[in-house]
Each structure stands twice: as C-alpha cells, then as structure tokens.
C-alpha cells in the first residue's frame, strides 16, 4: 500500500499494464502507456493479499515496471 498499488489478485480488473517500456519517450506521460489487464495465473507480485505466503517481500518485475509508471523518472529509471 505504501506504494500506492491495489492488490492483483481480489481486484485483478484495475491492474495496469505497460504497453511500452519507461523512457525518454514515456516518461512525461506515463498513463497514456498503460492498460487495463489482469495479471497471468502464474504472475508474482509483493501486492498480492496475504492469501500467498511469501518467502521475501521483495518487489518483482511486475512491480518494479508499476512503480516506474506510477511514479516515474525521466532519466536513471530501474530496469
């Protein structure tokens, strides 16, 4: 929640999707690069609810690219 994400699994028609990878291009704009999609069955995410037992709560791809998109850097964006 710190993050400002939902979580996947009991909300899964609010996930958003990059249709185009953070960057110079996407940056100023972030949202306009985004969809509406569920995540896969077989996805991860720190956000799912604490019906998944995690082993590490550490952020997965899936979560890096939303906190790229949500909260965005024009230069020097994690990958």
Same mark, same amino acid.
């Given at each position: #929640?710190? %993050?400002? =994400? &939902? #979580? !996947? @699994?009991? $909300?899964?028609? *609010? @996930? *958003?999707?990059a249709?185009? +990878? ?7 704009? +972030?949202l @306009?690069?985004?969809? $509406?999609?569920? %995540? +896969? ?11 998944? &037992?995690?082993?590490k ?6 979560? *890096?690219?939303? %906190? @790229? =998109?949500? $909260? !965005? ?7």
């Open positions: #929640h710190v %993050l400002g =994400f &939902h #979580h !996947p @699994n009991v $909300y899964p028609e *609010l @996930n *958003l999707r249709t185009a +990878p953070m960057g110079p291009e996407t940056c100023q704009y +972030p @306009n690069h985004v969809e $509406y999609e569920p %995540l +896969p069955e077989d996805a991860d995410s720190v956000m799912y609810s604490v019906t998944k &037992h995690r082993s709560t550490c952020l997965t791809l899936d979560d *890096l690219e939303g %906190l @790229n =998109f949500l $909260y !965005p850097t024009c230069e020097g964006a994690r990958t």
